[in-house]
């Protein structure tokens, strides 16, 4: 053991301390533990981590921030612009509000439908029914089909009959709807039952294709977690004269805590990041505005808007963090 | 007179071309200028009112500077990039490649991207990894790029084979520094498309006014025919029809200074587009907001419907959908109708012209930068871009030495309806900056309309205006 001048080491010692590892106070002086070797490569292990957090994770994201105040095109000089961007956006610019909305009613539909439709079919399967494999591919298929694959294999079922979706097309071509009734699955912008606040005709299409999708991805984590249950806790509760419902919701449910912040978690950023599918089917135009869309329309595409992208990207940053922020802390306090 | 029109830079470029012809003809017409050359073998010099050269289809043989590839060996390599992405274009694009390389030797690395994509892209193919050399746009589109220094200026080349183009062609493919960045390979008209077997047959003719325009798609709609075919899946057509009917009741000057930002959309003359637009739509095809153009114009293949507005380029789905050729055979077109008021004059119309340009920033640029210049001279020959016109009949040649005897009857007449129109416009997206035009701008808000038409318009014109008014200052 050497003594070394930790002056350019010094997270390492630190991290250590907090480690638990009783490390003498004073700094200048002392004999380390640790091998000069053992030192640069702590210095390695946390400092990359820290690095690529600090710099390509908040450093970007402070300097979106630092743009959203710009009007910045990719080339010309950085002009500030104040809160011009975000004022517009609230007051003035149409798809935003319609975005944000979309964005609400994908949280909502996997909350409210999708999700518990995938833990349900994933009790079901979990029960050794026969066939049960052939069910779980069945399910699972969609998720492994890129979005790209998605977004064509439901054009082609639902696109006007013009265009020989195949739905509308046996649905006018039965005589079941007549041609000028046949729904516009993808380009109907007006609202679901014209109540305004309900999301437009496409969009409710978007979500029952995106559910299509998710219920599967659901289903497969919850029945990772479900095979992980201890069997002699369903004996147990069985013993107790317990019946299935109660078993699953007193019992099964409270063990699979983990695997639910999971579930939750996936579930809010999936529909918050939601992008493949609207951009596959026409780029979130027409009833079908998403914030990423908007983003990726505004900032990335043969329009630089800069500035005005970065806004829309501090604002889905802004309402992802706050169901995640709330119900991480709110899962942090009572395990401790 | 000459420095009007540099005075103007920053214009859409294609009024500059239109300028170049009044200041020679008076006041006449003037995209004869520009293609009278091509239009027919017929045409005498004295018929191109500028004292640029012209040459004449007849002429034009013996100036082989321009019309016939240099016959020197080329080593290395060179990247194309392009959007011709539908199968008959590939095709067209595949042709020339072969040719240029029986030419040259040098077979060059084609990478083509879907047309749609490419344009989305484009900002990010530029700036990053983009090919020596790649399709584009001419007008303000190109214009934007130059100026962001993402296109390498080819006055060199330009000036060798200059003398294949009349004179307007200089202004449309100068960028706002006066120096040339791209070079222009052939142009396309928008009009209304119809079958003749079906106006026959059911005893229609072809409309000259807006009554008689109504009176037909009335008359459809009781024949089971869907009257007018239409599709804004992709966002961009819809442009089409506000182009034709903003130039057909407003003229041309507001429609360029619309464009351009010196007209404001809250002006009631753009009320007057919409409501006019509000008697098409009933007429248009059963959920046109998720189609794509394609799919519009095999209705018109399976005569399901009647009429379609679109550009000339539409001859392209009608070959893929009928290979036969018969469909194509019994398809016409005509100018869209006039509405009765002075700008009936004009018989102005969108023909958007397209052109190769040179990347700035590709990496093998600097090592292949013979090979990509020769490609370029290479397309300015008229011998090749009759290549890719005979693939794609949308696509007619630009060059003054193109064999217009390899024209179709609907090339002929489309060269005419060029020839005769006074003012030319390019194409909304083409004519206005590319951040207001896109996706989530002019092309929402069209989509916007045209799926509520009904709604409060000064409400909705204010909010066109207030992101034109949100858009950062154009330093050109």
Redesign the interface.
Same mark, same amino acid.
């Given at each position: 053991m050497s003594k070394i001048d930790t002056e350019g080491l010094a997270p390492a010692p630190e991290v250590l301390s907090g480690a638990g590892l009783a490390l003498p106070d004073k700094r200048h002086h002392h004999y380390s533990l640790l091998t000069a070797r053992d030192k640069v490569l702590l210095t390695l292990m946390v400092g990359v981590p820290l690095f690529v957090f600090l710099v390509l994770i908040w450093g970007t994201t402070l300097v979106s921030v630092a743009l959203s105040f710009t009007d910045w095109n990719g080339v010309d000089p950085i002009r500030w612009v104040g809160l011009d961007n975000y004022t517009y956006l609230l007051n003035g610019y149409p798809f935003f509000w319609e975005a944000v909305k979309n964005n609400l009613w994908y949280l909502l539909v996997f909350i409210g439908f999708a999700t518990p439709m995938g833990i349900l079919l994933a009790v079901l399967l979990d029960r050794e029914i026969r066939g049960s494999w052939l069910y779980q591919s069945i399910f699972f298929t969609p998720v492994v089909l890129s979005l790209a694959v998605v977004g064509l294999i439901w054009q082609l079922q639902l696109s006007p009959s013009a265009g020989n979706g195949f739905i509308d097309s046996m649905l006018t071509g039965t005589g079941l709807v007549a041609p000028a009734n046949a729904p516009d699955w993808f380009g109907n912008a007006g609202p679901l039952f014209g109540i305004g606040i309900l999301p437009s005709q496409n969009m409710a299409s978007v979500l029952l294709v995106a559910s299509w999708r998710h219920i599967g991805y659901i289903m497969v984590l919850y029945l990772a977690g479900l095979k992980s249950v201890d069997p002699s806790l369903r004996e147990a509760a069985a013993i107790d004269g317990a019946n299935e419902r109660q078993t699953f919701f007193h019992v099964v449910f409270p063990v699979m805590a983990p695997i639910n912040v999971v579930i939750v978690v996936v579930t809010v950023i999936e529909s918050l990041r939601a992008f493949d599918l609207v951009y596959i089917i026409n780029h979130g135009k027409n009833g079908l505005e998403l914030l990423s869309t908007l983003i990726t329309n505004n900032a990335l595409s043969e329009a630089q808007l800069i500035g005005f992208g970065s806004a829309i990207a501090v604002i889905l940053l802004l309402v992802a963090l706050v169901p995640i922020v709330a119900y991480l802390t709110r899962v942090m306090r009572t395990e401790e | 007179m000459a420095d009007i029109e540099t005075g103007l830079k920053g214009q859409v470029s294609r009024r500059e071309v239109l300028k170049k012809g009044l200041v020679g003809a008076a006041g006449l017409t003037v995209l004869p200028t520009v293609l009278a050359a091509c239009s027919s073998a017929a045409s005498t010099p004295s018929a191109t009112p500028t004292a640029a050269p012209t040459p004449t289809p007849g002429a034009a043989t013996p100036t082989p500077a321009a019309g016939t590839p240099t016959p020197v060996a080329l080593t290395g390599a060179l990247h194309v990039g392009s959007n011709h992405s539908d199968p008959s274009e590939k095709k067209g694009m595949d042709a020339i490649d072969a040719a240029f390389q029986a030419a040259t030797g040098l077979a060059v690395t084609l990478n083509t991207v879907d047309h749609n994509t490419f344009?989305?892209?484009? *900002? *990010?193919y530029l700036?990053t990894t983009p090919d020596d050399v790649f399709t584009w746009f001419s007008g303000f589109r190109m214009r934007f790029f130059a100026s962001? +220094?993402l296109g390498t200026a080819i006055d060199d080349v330009w000036a060798g084979v200059k003398s294949n183009y009349t004179a307007g062609f200089t202004t449309a493919v100068t960028g706002d520094d006066g120096k040339v960045y791209g070079i222009p390979v052939d142009y396309y008209p928008w009009c209304v498309f119809y079958r003749k077997s079906v106006f026959s047959d059911k005893g229609y003719t072809v409309p000259s006014t807006w009554t008689d325009f109504i009176a037909l798609c009335n008359k459809m709609k009781t024949d089971g025919l869907?009257p007018i075919a239409f599709a804004d899946?992709?966002?961009w057509p819809a442009m089409g029809t506000f182009d034709i009917l903003n130039l057909r009741i407003n003229g041309y000057d507001f429609h360029v200074g619309l464009m351009t930002g010196k007209q404001k959309w809250t002006d009631p003359k753009v009320t007057a587009v919409f409501t006019q637009w509000k008697q098409l739509i009933p007429f248009y095809?059963?959920? $046109?907001?998720? &189609?794509?153009w394609q799919?519009?114009c095999?209705?018109l293949v399976q005569k399901?419907s009647g009429m379609f507005l679109l550009g000339l380029f539409l001859t392209g789905e009608f070959d893929t959908a009928d290979p036969s050729g018969a469909a194509k055979k019994d398809l016409d077109f005509f100018p869209f109708p006039f509405l009765g008021n002075q700008y009936d004059a004009e018989k102005s119309l969108d023909a958007p012209i397209d052109i190769w340009m040179m990347s700035a920033k590709s990496q093998n640029l600097q090592a292949d930068l013979a090979n990509a210049k020769a490609y370029l001279k290479f397309w300015a020959a008229g011998s090749t871009q009759v290549l890719m016109y005979k693939a794609n009949n949308g696509f007619i040649p630009t060059a003054s030495d193109a064999d217009t005897t390899q024209y179709d009857v609907l090339t002929q007449k489309a060269v005419q309806i060029v020839s005769a129109a006074q003012k030319i416009t390019q194409f909304l997206d083409r004519d206005t900056r590319?951040? $207001?035009?896109?996706?989530?701008?002019m092309? +929402?808000f069209l &989509?916007?309309f045209l +799926? *509520?038409p009904g709604q409060d318009l000064t409400k909705f014109q204010q +909010?066109i205006q207030? $992101?034109w008014d949100? &858009?950062?200052a154009y330093?050109g």
């Open positions: - | 344009q989305d892209q484009i *900002n *990010n700036n962001k +220094s869907t899946k992709d966002g095809t059963a959920g $046109f907001a998720g &189609l794509t799919q519009a095999d209705t399901k590319p951040d $207001f035009a896109g996706a989530n701008g092309q +929402s &989509l916007n +799926s *509520n +909010s207030d $992101f949100k &858009l950062p330093t």
